[in-house]
């Protein structure tokens, strides 16, 4: 009972939120003679993959992969999931409605330009026509990858790969069907065309974004949201503020796995900024750390973990561009804003993100996975080629503002 009031509230508070579109918004008219003019966006369009939802609902991809008539499917997951019973129950179906597979398990969490370039290379070798990504999204952003350059056997990695860093070239070929099982929640792999990795040669994390790239379908089945150790439920899921209390709380994982699914719809069509934009060398640069339960043979920062570690910072800096909408993802997140003026609103939601980070245990800023100050000048340098995401921070930023920013998440508390 206690759940649902408390997603009546939510529901209560959304609606109280101001709608500033064309379709709604009280100020915006089309009668003669009235002109508006919006130095934002005045409209939006959602674009995402096809989603299915619903314990067990993973017995149903070997029937679906029949029914577009697969005749050679890749499954594409990590050597750690694939002892699990998420890809037992993707096997089991495809077994049973007499799919043909063959496993890619190699998939590196975090992928790099070296793990993406083994998967494509399997990929291209066998010729597969439909896909399947069993896991978090490192295996989603992977075996999106690997499908794109399956069906462009001609295109060089950076071909595809985001500029200034690639060439970014746009996706003109048609893609096989990929069905993605996510395991985390958190990501939102499965509604989305990007695929994010760690470019060696520079240290610094970039990607390939293209809605071609989206899966045709995404099976998002919450009991396997059960098997995550309780460090990789809440790095995951800090990519869409996920607060972990109770594992055995099934009500409350299942409803994260869904509420996974809206955030990767919103920020697949609305975009990320600046917590993303200088997440990407926060991870890419990894000296030492590895994050606890990351059964991984290499330094990882996981991403959910480097975008939130520098959230306070950013939120505090961009609250004055819109102070009502910093308000309301404060008063979302459990603060009371009634007393609050606008000109603060920044700091009460950084304030309110660096309690909920407190609450959960999450390592004390920057400097706790092994950054210090000397390392500010590289993590600036990173950010800059994020120009995809940067540029959509609602307030103009320099290379100094940046520093300032490392700078501040150095310590959290």
């Known amino acids: 009972m206690a759940a649902r009031e408390r997603v009546v509230d939510l529901l209560r508070q959304l609606q109280r939120a101001s709608c500033r579109c064309p379709a709604h918004s009280q100020t915006y008219t089309q009668a003669p003679g009235h002109v508006t003019t919006r130095a934002t966006d005045y409209a939006f369009e959602m674009a995402c993959s096809n989603i299915r939802y619903g314990e067990g609902v993973t017995n149903e991809i070997g029937m679906d992969l029949q029914n577009i008539g697969a005749r050679k499917v890749c499954v594409m997951t990590d050597r750690n999931m694939a002892k699990l019973p998420p890809v037992k129950a993707v096997l089991d179906s495809l077994v049973k409605n007499g799919v043909n597979f063959q496993i890619f398990d190699k998939v590196r969490v975090e992928p790099s330009d070296l793990s993406f370039i083994e998967a494509i290379k399997f990929a291209r070798q066998e010729q597969f026509d439909a ?18 350059y399956s069906c462009s056997p001609d295109a060089e990695f950076l071909d595809y790969v985001n500029a200034p860093i690639g060439k970014g070239k746009p996706v003109t070929v ?24 760690d470019y060696e040669a520079m240290k610094v994390k970039t990607g390939i974004a293209s809605r071609a790239l989206k899966p045709l379908l995404g099976i998002v089945d ?22 972990v209390r109770n594992a055995d709380d099934h009500e409350a994982r299942f409803s994260m796995h869904l509420a ?23 991870a890419g640069m990894v000296k030492t750390f590895k994050a606890k339960d990351y059964n991984v043979d290499h330094p990882l920062v996981p991403h959910g973990l480097s975008v939130v570690l520098t959230s306070p910072a950013v939120f505090a800096f961009t609250g004055s561009m819109c102070p009502t909408r910093h308000l309301e993802a404060a008063e979302i997140l459990g603060t009371d804003i009634r007393t609050v003026k606008c000109e603060d609103a920044g700091l009460v939601l950084a304030d309110t993100l660096r309690n909920l980070l407190f609450d959960l245990n999450v390592e004390d800023g920057l400097s706790a996975v092994g950054y210090t100050q000397e390392d500010i000048p590289a993590l600036v340098k990173g950010t800059l080629p994020q120009e995809r995401v940067t540029k959509l921070s609602p307030k103009p930023h320099t290379e100094e503002d940046l520093a300032a920013l490392f700078e501040s998440s150095m310590k959290l508390y």
């Open 222 to 243: 919450p009991l396997h949201t059960l098997h995550m150790p309780e460090r990789v439920a809440a790095y995951s899921g800090f990519d869409v503020l996920w607060a």
């Open 131 to 148: 896909y399947v990504a069993v896991g978090g999204g490192s295996v989603i952003d992977t075996c999106k990858v690997a499908n794109l």
């Open 174 to 197: 048609n893609l096989r069907p990929l069905i993605a099982v996510p395991t985390t929640a958190g990501t939102g792999s499965e509604t989305t065309g990007v695929a994010v990795f």
């Open 260 to 282: 996974s699914v809206f955030a990767g719809i919103g920020f697949g069509n609305a975009g990320v900024h600046l917590c993303h934009g200088m997440s990407y060398p926060v």
